[in-house]
T-cell receptor
Framework: DVKVTQSSRYLVKRTGEKVFLECVQD?????MFWYRQDPGLGLRLIYF???????EKGDIPEGYSVSREKKERFSLILESASTNQTSMYLC??????????????FGPGTRLTVL | AQSVTQLDSQVPVFEEAPVELRCNYS??????LFWYVQYPNQGLQLLLK??????LVKGINGFEAEFNKSQTSFHLRKPSVHISDTAEYFC????????????FGTGTRLLVSP
């Protein structure tokens, strides 16, 4: 069974802290994505990666960075957390090859609260 | 640029009634279309997808959707809903170029009551 796991389901941090959100997939997928989900706004793409050490900005990259040192792991970093980064963060992965083209597999999400 | 519009933020319906969740998209190129479901406190799960071929697509849990190119729509339907269908539903579009990014709508919350 395909699986995307995220390091924490719930996280509470203080303003100014450096925050790491970890995502691991066991499907040998090339593509990985980080989204944030907010009520009334749907899912918005923060960053994505199509290969190890490669990254591309999504629609809302400000205040975030990412790291992909291994194929199976994609980390989202909040360098200095702010209250407006309180949100649900979802990680996803997808294969590069067609056949199951463009389907993304999602993790359970991390609900981050910044106080 | 692509975009997805889900006009209904919330759809209340009684158990065993039919339901339609609306999705309209805009894109200047050929698209792939998806419906995802999110149950409470969970990630997103794929319901169905349109890549090519037949415009009527069947998915899991008795859902189906119809791709209408002239109306740029991809509405989701189920003839008889269950309490367990209560969830948030997201429509998404991907073009056939680039890095396989998805653009999501804002979601529709389906509330099924007895």
């Amino acid at each position: 069974d395909v699986k995307v796991t995220q390091s924490s389901r719930y996280l509470v941090k203080r303003t100014g802290e450096k925050v790491f959100l970890e995502c691991v997939q066991d499907m040998d997928h090339e593509n990985m994505f980080w989204y944030r989900q907010d009520p009334g706004l749907g899912l918005r793409l923060i960053y994505f990666s199509y290969d190890v050490k490669m990254k591309e900005k999504g629609d809302i990259p400000e205040g975030y960075s990412v790291s992909r040192e291994k194929k199976e792991r994609f980390s989202l970093i909040l360098e200095s957390a702010s209250t407006n980064q309180t949100s649900m963060y979802l990680c996803a992965s997808s294969p590069r090859a067609s056949g199951r083209a463009r389907e993304q597999f999602f993790g359970p999400g991390t609900r981050l609260t910044v106080l | 640029a692509q975009s997805v519009t889900q006009l209904d933020s919330q759809v209340p319906v009684f158990e065993e009634a039919p339901v339609e969740l609306r999705c309209n998209y805009s894109s200047s190129v050929s698209v792939y279309l998806f419906w995802y479901v999110q149950y409470p406190n969970q990630g997103l799960q794929l319901l169905l997808k349109y890549l090519s071929g037949s415009t009527l697509v069947k998915g899991i849990n008795g859902f189906e959707a119809e791709f209408n190119k002239s109306q740029t729509s991809f509405h989701l339907r189920k003839p008889s809903v269950h309490i367990s269908d209560t969830a948030e539903y997201f429509c998404a579009v991907s073009d056939n170029t680039g890095f396989q990014k998805l653009v999501f709508g804002t979601g529709t919350r389906l509330l099924v009551s007895p």
